[in-house]
């Protein structure tokens, strides 16, 4: 080799060696990602009724977020809209039983391809005809899963051949065992790693852990004060939904039966927590009132045990990112699929745009950038996920996306251009057939004051002073000197959807999944 020609190979041997050390450098990304974890049920989000002790670290360490809303409040399409970065119509996962399609652009695929190690452990929830698409290692749940001794299904190489397990013991437990064995013993010394590690807990039907089976037997949590909510003012979506604590809960639900799948040893342990209850219930025969505030209380109590095994599976994680010194380049980012009704307006359950559901906790730790302790008020979504995990991987963010990067708030930039108000739309309803929880379609806006919804198919409106009626408990669409404000927000609801694209999905039938046609766009005069 010619004296020239070889110091030119070393200088791009050296160009690449500091390509590879500045690759080296990029953050880990550890997303935590729970199922159904209402905002109100974490301590750091000034919760009533609830303590959480590791999930507050992530804000006390890093930035919470007041408001950040999913674009369809329920578990598959929220999944769906943070593998792509895109609504559920450009997606194609508008509802519980579609089937995604896993051959699309996925964040992770483009992190994988950027030179991310990644790995999805725990719920997945996008169908079983594939393997998770875009990880070099999945282990998963079938389907919800159970609480107990779940199978899991393990794709070592990101070929799609799966290995079933069956596990005995909690499943919270385990996932967290399988996301710590993976950072322990699964992870490439020398590459960036992006880990969704990701509960089944605290969904329904609220399975509490061994260690917390009996968990404030001897207190009373607080209700919420709508907890009794006629529904005056508002229409009939709200008034026909099957989803109160009073009439849609199962003796499931309520443990006034055992788990079907435990095994001897956990039934016993089971029997010996729920029967002296179950017995003091029989006992009081109680009716009206009395008894949706029992339902309520054996609802809330065993959501909240739940958590707690969550709060303490995140606890084992973050400690270990502390003890291996992890913690320093990672960046840890707890959220859930959305918000829940925990006896907000006599409801379990999610669906509507209602605050409770719509609203989903988002708390991010970015040490040495996101300033500790820090609150963003910004309007910000699920479908900002995907682009935000691009933009900490150095990685630009496809033109097709449909959200924006919040690595600017995560460094506590204000953009002049951020969104001033959020598009939702929720889909499962199916028309002449029982669905569940019976919740209608609409779609709505949402900006800092007011929210606007259309229940579209039956043509109802609603508005909400989010101001003056948190709890949303008056629709205030009919009276007149809203007038201004209502148009100005149906011109808004317009134009989202002219920039989203959304299809028209007036005219269907409630048909799955909805009309997949061009939404009509008025000649303008
Ligand atoms: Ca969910």
Redesign the pocket.
């Given at each position: 080799m010619k004296p020239l020609l070889r110091s030119f190979s070393f200088l791009i041997l050296l160009l690449s060696l500091s390509y590879v050390q500045a690759a080296d450098s990029r953050p880990n990304i550890l997303f935590i990602f729970t199922?159904?974890h209402a905002s109100h049920a974490i301590s750091a989000y000034g919760s009533e009724i609830n303590q959480t002790p590791n999930l507050d670290r992530i804000a006390n360490e890093g930035m919470l977020f007041r408001n950040c809303f999913c674009t369809n409040s329920?578990?598959g399409p929220?999944r769906a809209v943070i593998q792509t970065g895109k609504y559920s119509h450009k997606n194609g996962f508008y509802m519980n039983g579609n089937k995604f399609d896993g051959t699309q652009q996925t964040f992770p695929k483009l992190l994988q391809s950027a030179g991310y190690q990644t790995a999805v452990i725990g719920k997945w929830h996008l169908g079983e005809h594939m393997a998770p698409q875009g990880y070099n290692y999945s282990e998963v749940l079938v389907g919800q899963g159970p609480y107990y001794n779940p199978i899991m299904l393990r794709d070592v190489d990101g070929s799609g051949n799966q290995v079933r397990t069956k596990y005995t013991g909690y499943t919270t437990d385990i996932i967290t065992d399988l996301a710590l064995d993976w950072l322990k013993e699964g992870r490439e010394g020398d590459k960036p790693f992006m880990l969704m590690y990701q509960h089944k807990a605290p969904?329904r039907n609220w399975q509490p852990g061994p260690k917390y089976l009996t968990m404030y037997d001897d207190v009373t949590i607080p209700e919420p004060s709508n907890l009794f909510d006629n529904y005056e003012t508002r229409g009939r979506a709200a008034h026909e939904q099957d989803m109160s604590v009073e009439h849609t809960l199962t003796p499931d639900d309520l443990k006034l039966t055992p788990p079907r799948n435990l095994t001897d040893e956990q039934l016993a342990a089971w029997n010996a927590a729920y029967e002296p209850k179950n017995e003091a219930f029989r006992k009081a025969n109680l009716k009206g009132d009395d008894l949706i505030r029992w339902k309520y209380q054996r609802y809330i109590k065993d959501y909240l045990r739940c958590v707690a095994s969550v709060d303490d599976n995140v606890g084992r994680v973050l400690d270990y990112l502390d003890e291996t010194g992890l913690a320093k380049n990672t960046v840890v980012v707890y959220s859930s699929?959305?918000g829940f009704y925990l006896g907000d307006h006599g409801w379990f359950d999610?669906r509507f745009m209602y605050e409770e559901s719509y609203r989903q906790p988002l708390m991010v730790r970015w040490p040495g950038v996101t300033k500790p302790g820090t609150v963003d008020e910004h309007l910000v979504s699920n479908v900002d996920f995907a682009e935000t995990f691009l933009d900490l991987a150095g990685q630009e963010v496809p033109a097709d996306m449909q959200g924006m990067s919040l690595v600017p708030l995560f460094r506590g930039e204000s953009p002049d251009n951020w969104r001033k108000s959020h598009y939702y739309q929720y889909y499962e309803f199916l028309n002449n057939q029982k669905t569940a929880h019976m919740v209608r379609r609409h779609y709505g806006v949402r900006n800092e004051r007011y929210k606007l919804i259309h229940f579209y198919n039956i043509d109802e409106w609603e508005l909400y002073d989010l101001e003056a009626d948190p709890r949303e408990m008056r629709n205030i669409y009919t009276e007149a000197q809203y007038a201004d404000i209502i148009k100005e927000m149906k011109a808004d609801i317009v134009s989202l959807q002219k920039d989203l694209e959304v299809p028209d999905d007036r005219g269907s039938v409630e048909s799955n999944p909805p009309s997949l046609q061009p939404r009509q766009q008025k000649p303008k005069k």
């Open positions: 199922d159904d329920i578990c929220s969904h699929d959305q999610k």
